[in-house]
């Protein structure tokens, strides 16, 4: 089955700065890849995803890339605001398929 | 509220008894998920819906947990004889089936928090 890693579990930058969250999946058949937002003790909210025959997708400060040949797929947020410290999950399923594995999640926190 | 819901938002349990939870589907949504999430960690999917029929099952669901969505609208999740294990929060979901052309997009519940003493 599919298996989901992400990096890193923590992230620290300065308001401003750049984010960048990697996760990389085992199954080369998987070809859907969600990003999700958790606040604290709030439910996961999509925020951007990508199909396997896009190799990049952007949406404002958001973007998600990626490498079907490594099986690796990042989101990077530009110009990060205190609003967006939240944990991140990246997740991965077939684009019909429902067994969606998630990553262990990126608590990323912005300093004002 | 258009959202999906989940009762109850918090279980306090003794080890032994049985639970039931209850979610409510986006009412257009014939797809209904069902995930566990421990703290630090991503959700865990555990079973899902189409419609009335629950077409697959993680082997993360043990035979004392059991799901039902008998009219193919709100949905179940009962765990029987609860064990200190069972703590966490379960999340249910549900998506209007991706069809083609259309992204399979999960909204989630708030999610009930079970705590098994």
């Known amino acids: 089955g599919e298996n989901v890693e992400q990096h890193p579990s923590t992230l620290s930058v300065q308001e401003g700065d750049s984010a960048v969250i990697k996760c990389t999946y085992s199954d080369s058949a998987s070809n859907y890849f969600p990003w999700y937002k958790q606040e604290l003790g709030k439910r996961p909210q999509l925020i951007i995803d990508i199909r396997s025959n896009v190799g990049e997708k952007k949406d404002q400060r958001i973007a998600v890339t990626l490498n079907k040949t490594a099986k690796h797929f990042s989101l990077h947020i530009t110009e990060t605001q205190p609003e967006d410290s939240a944990v991140y999950f990246c997740a991965a399923s077939l684009y019909n398929n429902n067994d969606m594995r998630f990553g262990a999640g990126t608590r990323l926190t912005v300093k004002p | 509220d258009t959202g999906v819901s989940q009762n109850p938002r918090h279980k306090i349990t003794k080890r032994g008894q049985n639970v039931t939870f209850r979610c409510d589907p986006i009412s257009e949504h014939n797809r209904l998920y069902w995930y566990r999430q421990t703290l630090g960690q991503g959700p865990e999917f555990l079973t899902y819906?189409?419609?009335?029929?629950?077409?697959?099952k993680s082997r993360l669901l043990s035979d004392r947990f059991s799901a039902e969505r008998p009219k193919g609208s709100f949905s179940t999740l009962e765990i029987q004889r609860t064990e200190q294990g069972d703590s966490a929060m379960y999340l249910c979901?549900?998506?209007?089936?991706?069809?083609?052309?259309?992204?399979?997009?999960?909204?989630f519940g708030p999610g009930t928090r079970l705590t098994v003493l």
């Open positions: 819906f189409q419609n009335e029929a629950q077409l697959e």
């Open positions: 979901a549900s998506s209007s089936g991706g069809l083609a052309g259309e992204r399979n997009e999960q909204f």
